[in-house]
């Protein structure tokens, strides 16, 4: 995608928060997770939300992925207010809009890496040669095409990972949505799989990471910082429409 194309594209809010509120209980024992939170986040864009245990990053992300509703306040994903939605149409908009990649893979043991990244296209009711056409495109992507067929036992931590990142992308989601995905790799695989984040992004996908790694967080294109449910730091690192910096490249034995 040429630098002219993604200044088009970032016109476009993926995310929009307006006053999000979190309340968990009530009455003396209310805990508010988020107090207020207004967040932009435009198409293209590459955002790092850090904070402690207990600043509401976890609880935002829950929002943000549609897995949690706010008790008060707006949001929009792709321009699609959440907040009037029941649960089926709640999981219709996760599996269409977002790929999620967790800190522990989730990848399903029995099954090969291929049959892990056609999961989504299977759901969605996507069948045959045309289903494994996408999901080898999406291992592509992420260099692992020669692990196709082998099950997660017989692959590393961080070829694991990258068959997560590939199953989020196979659907072609409108927000690539990241828990702590470094959090259970080495140093090298680390590296591996920001560099896959960082060619992603240079590519025009929009992603959201969570994390408490300052240097993990130094990939993205803007820092949010979250304390006590509010966000107290939101820092651009790099212009939207500009590639993120090459902090790191992907090496083919990870």
């Known amino acids: ?6 200044a088009a594209a970032g016109q476009k809010a993926v995310i929009v928060l307006h006053g999000v ?5 009530a009455g003396d024992v209310a805990v508010q997770a988020l107090r207020g939170v207004d967040l932009k986040v435009e198409a293209g864009d590459y955002v790092a939300v850090l904070g ?20 008060a306040g707006r949001y929009l994903l792709d321009g699609i207010d959440v907040g009037f939605l029941d649960e089926s149409q ?40 045309r289903r494994r ?23 590393s931590g961080g070829q694991q990972q990258r068959v997560a990142v590939a199953r989020a992308l196979v659907t ?22 920001l560099a896959i984040f960082d060619a992603l992004n240079r590519d025009g996908r929009t992603i959201v990471m969570i994390t408490h790694e300052h ?3 130094d990939h993205a294109k803007r820092r ?5 449910g509010l966000i107290i730091e939101d820092h651009r690192l790099v212009d939207l429409g500009e590639p993120p910096p090459l902090l790191a490249s992907p090496s083919v034995a990870s």
């Open 1 to 6: 995608m040429q630098a002219t194309e993604r």
């Open 21 to 25: 509120h979190k309340v968990y209980g």
């Open 52 to 71: 402690a245990s207990g600043s509401g990053k976890t609880t935002l992300m829950n929002i943000v992925g549609c897995l949690d509703v706010p008790t």
């Open 90 to 129: 709640l999981a219709l908009v996760r599996r269409r809009k977002i790929g999620f990649v967790f800190q522990s893979y989730n990848l399903i043991p029995r099954m090969s890496a291929l049959a892990n990244v056609e999961m989504p296209l299977a759901y969605a009711g996507i069948r045959g040669s």
């Open 133 to 155: 056409e996408r999901a080898m495109a999406a291992l592509e992507m992420v260099a692992l095409t020669d692990r196709a067929h082998h099950m997660p036992s017989q692959m």
């Open 172 to 193: 072609s989601p409108s927000l690539v949505l990241a828990d702590e995905p470094t959090g259970n790799l080495d140093t090298a695989s680390t590296a591996d799989l």
């Open 215 to 217: 240097d993990v967080a």
């Open 224 to 228: 949010v910082q979250l304390r006590d």
